[in-house]
């Protein structure tokens, strides 16, 4: 197991403490429980503000969530690959010939242990639908998909359903979107549909 700023005795105490108290002192709140399971991938959604990033590590601290996250590779280069491994970085050699799912689903299947975050609107920005890679892993990696949100109008984040794919994307995002459809980003006019390329997803 990668030793990270989530799992490092001491520090990991600290900053939960520090996060419940940010959280008292914002109104935040957080809600859910973490999945009894070794290895899965969470959905972070939706991402339509830089404040997400905030809000979303004093969430993860609260759970004692212990997360990944994926990065290009260059940004784990001398002196910075250590601090980006302990932050939680996941290095990915996008000039590979070898597809970025195919790299991460080698990781899940080599890791006894790996929470994995993944923004699937890849932006904070407005987009048509999502990116389908991190279901790809899932399926190719053999992992459930944990729905995780920042709710800003209830001031609350956290963990909702665990979703293990059946094959049928289709029928699988309806279930996602379903959960996603209640969720307010900090800006909604932001927030893309919960959808891929490709597919008609209306119910």
Not at 7 to 34: A, C, D, H
């Amino acid at each position: 197991m990668q030793h990270t700023i989530f799992n490092t005795p001491v520090i990991k105490t600290l900053l939960r403490l520090l996060s419940l108290f940010l959280m008292m002192i914002t109104g935040w709140k957080k809600s859910g429980t973490l999945p009894d399971v070794p290895r899965y991938i969470i959905i972070v959604a939706p991402h339509t503000s830089n404040w997400d990033l905030f809000y979303g590590i004093i969430v993860a601290f609260s759970l004692k969530l212990d997360a990944r996250f994926m990065a290009k590779k260059e940004l784990f280069r001398r002196p910075f690959g250590p601090v980006m491994r302990w932050l939680g970085g996941m290095a990915i050699d996008r000039s590979s010939h070898e597809h970025t799912v195919d790299q991460v689903v080698g990781e899940f299947k080599k890791a006894r242990k790996l929470a994995l975050a993944i923004a699937p609107e890849g932006t904070r920005s407005k987009v048509k639908y999502w990116k389908s890679g991190f279901y790809h892993i899932a399926r190719g990696g053999g992992v459930p998909l944990q729905l995780a949100y920042l709710d800003y109008a209830a001031k609350t984040g956290g963990a909702g359903p665990l979703i293990v794919p059946t094959g049928d994307i289709e029928e699988d995002m309806r279930t996602i979107r379903a959960f996603y459809n209640g969720v307010s980003g900090r800006y909604t006019d932001k927030a893309g549909p919960v959808t891929i390329a490709g597919r008609n997803l209306i119910s």
